[in-house]
């Protein structure tokens, strides 16, 4: 299917526990995005990704690595998670204007 | 830099009643500006755009018009439905690229 997918959609994980949240698009979109959907917050930029192997900060990066080894894939792991990062996750990715994925709520408990 | 100010929500209305969300910008240059909706559940999905001064996006009934004289670009809808019910995002894009810059986002509420 074309479009931009993410998963897993939900996710439970514990405190310290590494987990990586997929991102799949079939545009061939040279950007590619990371957010964070927080109460109180709107949407915040993680990592952006502007073509393969080429990533670069937003304005929430601590805690989070991200890497981009083909076009179409664009993976965010957070390496120790922390409660402070329950929340819900959008990846986009941007032609003319920026398409999103459908979330993934993550809890940490 | 960029910034992007929006109404604060919850907007409550009932059905056929005329929608105005208001958005405000700051920016250098002379940036795209958009209008995202996310229903429950989803992710944004873009409603409309306008990329010049002057410019009406529309789409679905709804229409925003670039004001780069009071920096606004304010959404309308002239009759809500209950399926309008969703969160809308005002945005920019600068000239430098492919980054959008959100509002906070308001939540709107269409009773029967």
């Known amino acids: 299917d074309a479009g931009i997918t993410q998963s897993p959609r939900y996710k439970i994980t514990e405190t310290g526990r590494q987990v990586t949240l997929m991102c799949h698009q079939t545009?061939?979109?040279?950007?590619m995005f990371w957010y964070r959907q927080d109460l109180g917050h709107g949407l915040r930029l993680i990592y952006y990704?502007?073509?393969?192997?080429?990533?670069d900060k937003g304005e929430v990066p601590d805690g989070y690595v991200v890497s981009r080894s083909k076009t179409e894939n664009f993976p965010l792991t957070l390496e120790s998670a922390t409660r402070s990062q329950t929340s819900v996750y959008f990846c986009?990715?941007?032609?003319?204007?920026?398409?999103f994925g459908p979330g993934t709520r993550l809890t940490v408990t | 830099g960029n910034s992007v100010t929006q109404m604060e929500g919850p907007v409550t209305l009932s059905e056929e009643a005329f929608l105005t969300i208001n958005c405000t910008y700051t920016a250098t240059g002379y940036p795209s500006l958009f209008w995202y909706v996310q229903y429950p559940g989803e992710g944004l999905q873009l409603l409309l755009k306008a990329t010049k001064a002057d410019d009406k996006g529309s789409n679905k009934g709804f229409e925003a018009t670039y004001r780069k004289e009071t920096t606004s670009f304010h959404l309308e809808k002239g009759s809500v439905q209950v399926s309008d019910s969703a969160v809308y995002f005002c945005a920019l894009r600068n000239d430098a690229g492919n980054m959008l810059t959100f509002g906070g986002g308001t939540r709107l509420m269409v009773k029967p």
């Open positions: 986009a990715s941007a032609g003319h204007e920026q398409y």
């Open positions: 545009w061939s979109h040279s950007y």
């Open positions: 990704s502007a073509a393969a192997d080429i990533t």
